[in-house]
T-cell receptor, first 111, second 112 residues
Framework: RKEVEQDPGPFNVPEGATVAFNCTYS??????FFWYRQDCRKEPKLLMS???SGNEDGRFTAQLNRASQYISLLIRDSKLSDSATYLC????????????FGGGTRVLVKP | EAQVTQNPRYLITVTGKKLTVTCSQN?????MSWYRQDPGLGLRQIYY???????DKGDVPEGYKVSRKEKRNFPLILESPSPNQTSLYFC???????????FGPGTRLTVT
């Protein structure tokens, strides 16, 4: 089993719709979680840090379920510009530990 | 503006010709890393550094060297590049309240 798993997609989403996808992690001791957005051939950009049960930033909501060991990302009112690959990133331990990356979920928002 | 910078952004070179990719961050972060990203393989860590003069191997260190003489700089060195090192390279630094990671804009390297 991979340490961090994501559905690769693509998730084809009509503009204005809501889309949600999950990321599962295997290490129950994982401390912190992040969602990054990556556009084709560009650097990953931090979208949200996920602490405690989750948080919200505008149209984006991230939730953490420690019991089932997954985090989710929900995008409301999808924009064409939301089309990207979303990377789930997990810190398995102390602050200095190596981050573990999921393979990414591709989202395509269409008019 | 807080940022990680890399140079060059694009590089085409020949097998065996030594090259260095520079990386610099202005956020006073202690932790820095180098990754390569290849289709189907995701991001793989090459080397990381916990602080000045403290570097260690990541998942795919073969064929690469790094140094950390100053906190802000973390150059990646390819002593004798080979075609299998053709890839997209990202430098990153971590720090701040939630120890978040920030990536540089990437260096696209082609070795012929």
């Amino acid at each position: 089993r991979k340490e961090v798993e994501q559905d690769p997609g693509p998730f084809n989403v009509p503009e204005g719709a809501t889309v949600a996808f999950n990321c599962t992690y295997s290490n129950s001791a994982s401390q912190s979680f992040f969602w990054y957005r990556q556009d084709c051939r560009k650097e990953p950009k931090l979208l949200m840090s996920v602490y405690s049960s989750g948080n919200e930033d505008g149209r984006f909501t991230a939730q953490l379920n420690r019991a089932s060991q997954y985090i989710s990302l929900l995008i409301r009112d999808s924009k064409l510009s939301d089309s990207a690959t979303y990377l789930c990133v997990v810190n398995p331990g102390a602050a200095g530990n190596k981050l573990t990356f999921g393979g990414g979920t591709r989202v395509l928002v269409k008019p | 503006e807080a940022q990680v910078t890399q140079n060059p952004r694009y590089l085409i070179t020949v097998t065996g010709k030594k090259l260095t990719v520079t990386c610099s961050q202005n956020m006073n972060h202690e932790y820095m890393s180098w990754y390569r990203q290849d289709p189907g393989l995701g991001l793989r860590q090459i080397y990381y550094s916990m602080n000045v003069e403290a570097t260690d191997k990541g998942d795919v260190p073969e064929g690469y060297k790094v140094s950390r003489k100053e906190k802000r700089n973390f150059p990646l060195i390819l002593e004798s590049p080979s075609p299998n090192q053709t890839s997209l390279y990202f430098c990153a630094s971590r720090g701040g309240h939630y120890y978040e990671q920030y990536f540089g804009p990437g260096t696209r390297l082609t070795v012929t």
